[in-house]
């Protein structure tokens, strides 16, 4: 089970990024304590890998191609980053408490539900698979969904309005912030097809509490927490020569054999 099912969580570019960043985080805490100056170096090489992905991922699965937008969002993930690795710090060090209201901020967006939750995403209801937002291409061929500073074509009859899809779904959000007002989504996009992922689609997951997804968040913060303190003590068993190595010579515990949430 992945944590998009299993605590609600929407498959979008911010999530991903969020849960990267907390393993980014796990493995820096380990890599602070190999003797200097490695320790140092290592922590700097994972994260210049990690915003290397990020732009890769920007300019490849979302198709943005101006330098402009680009780099305005990787300045935005990069507070994001120093932010959230703060916040962890922090609960590392004071206790469960501060470490689950670090998550509740970075990975849940400080909200849950009703009460906001990432996007404002709900738990879902029993067999209900997670809604996924179309791309912007879709939803400028079709016209069947507000984009924020996109007009809708107008149609040429009443029979087309009425052939519009009748489940429209929010655009992803990443998507719809780079377009400007009156901007034509296939100015910026070069696919119609949209970002999900597979296996989040097919779930058949239940919620505990389907008639109150609310109380999936108690549960679903716990998750997070032992998760946390489970790796910090698995890296924090490994030997340096492992953790350099990035694995044992012989048998397995790597370092990134990160366990199930």
Not at 34 to 58: A, K, S, W
Not at 65 to 91: F, P, V, W
Not at 107 to 124: L, Q
Not at 126 to 134: D, I, R, S, T, V
Request: aromatic residues 8%; proline residues 9%; neutral net charge.
């Amino acid at each position: 089970m992945t944590p998009y099912a299993e605590c609600s969580l929407p498959p979008s570019f911010q999530t991903w990024f969020s849960l990267t960043t907390l393993h980014v985080w796990l493995l820096s805490v380990r890599f602070r304590s190999l003797p200097p100056p490695l320790g140092r170096t290592y922590v700097q090489e994972l994260i210049n890998h990690m915003f290397i992905d990020v732009e890769l991922r920007i300019r490849g699965p979302y198709a943005v191609t101006q330098s402009r937008l680009i780099k305005g969002y990787m300045n935005d993930m990069l507070e994001q980053y120093h932010g959230a690795c703060a916040a962890y710090d922090e609960g590392l060090v004071r206790g469960d408490a501060v470490l689950a209201a670090a998550i509740w901020r970075n990975v849940f967006g400080a909200g849950w539900g009703g009460v906001g939750g990432v996007e404002g995403k709900r738990a879902p209801k029993a067999g209900e698979k997670p809604k996924l937002g179309p791309n912007p291409l879709q939803v400028e061929a079709d016209g069947a969904v507000d984009v924020p500073g996109v007009v809708k074509p107008a149609s040429s009859s009443s029979s087309s309005s009425s052939s519009a899809p009748a489940h429209a779904l929010e655009v992803d959000p990443v998507q719809a912030k780079l377009l400007k007002k009156d901007q034509p989504a296939s100015s910026l996009f070069a696919t119609d097809a949209p970002i999900q992922d597979p296996a989040v689609a097919t779930s058949t997951w239940s919620p505990l509490y389907p008639t109150d997804p609310d109380l999936e968040f108690p549960q679903s913060l716990e998750r997070f927490v032992v998760y946390v303190r489970r790796e910090v003590q698995r890296l924090e068993r490994l030997s340096d020569d492992v953790v350099m190595q990035g694995k044992p010579d012989k048998g397995r515990g790597s370092l990134v054999d990160f366990g199930k949430l």
